[in-house]
């Protein structure tokens, strides 16, 4: 199974799908083993991402690992942990709004196939709208604020989260429950599963 799954990440990443509609180009950013137990779905690559082909090499994922509670070197262990954004290319970016969302061609293409390449996965941290919208498909609240807060109610095996974007400081101020709750709760599950 080792080997059928390294063949699919080969070809996710040869893949150009979207090529004409990417204007930074294409570089499938995507990581995990079969052995993985704890899944991590974001948006799409960031800029930073996409320059190294390395997820969350940005300060991201500096908040990411901290509400973990995990260092580098844990994140990056791909028999550990699965990195699987909604889309696997730096989809672009709207002057002073930030990335755009995923391209929509990715997930119907490659997320089922990759899923079942990823038979231990035990708890999925879910980032961002795009994601939830997939990943907890029609379970959402109205908002975002509203899914995050209802956490408990996707576990033991769906955790969603915000974006750890520096863009997202004021929702984190306007939403001090979010570390006060659920961030004690991502350690907790992350240090059990680790």
């Not at 499938?28 to 974001?42: C, D, E, M, N, Q």
């Not at 029609?138 to 033991?156: I, K, M, S």
Request: hydrophobic share 40%; proline share 11%; charged share 25%.
């Amino acid at each position: 199974m080792n080997q059928d799954f390294e063949a699919l990440l080969a070809e996710v990443r040869a893949c150009r799908i979207c090529e004409t509609q990417l204007p930074h180009g294409v570089r499938p950013v995507v990581r995990g083993k079969p052995t993985a137990r704890l899944l991590v779905v974001g948006q799409a690559p960031g800029r930073r991402v996409h320059e190294t082909g390395i997820p969350f090499n940005d300060p991201s994922g500096d908040r990411l690992r901290d509400w973990m509670g995990i260092t580098r070197e844990v994140f990056y262990d791909e028999a550990r942990i699965a990195i699987l954004p909604m889309g696997f290319c730096f989809p672009g970016t709207v002057p002073k709004k930030g990335d755009l969302p995923p391209r929509p061609e990715c997930a119907p293409q490659w997320r089922e196939r990759l899923l079942a390449g990823l038979p231990n996965i035990e708890l999925t941290l879910v980032i961002g709208a795009h994601a939830q919208g997939w990943h907890l498909a029609g379970r959402t609240g109205r908002t975002l604020t509203e899914t995050v807060r209802a956490f408990r109610d996707f576990l033991p095996g769906l955790l969603p989260l915000p974006h750890p974007s520096p863009r997202n400081l004021m929702w984190l101020k306007k939403n001090p429950w979010f570390e006060v709750e659920v961030v004690p709760e991502i350690r907790r599950r992350v240090a059990a599963l680790l």
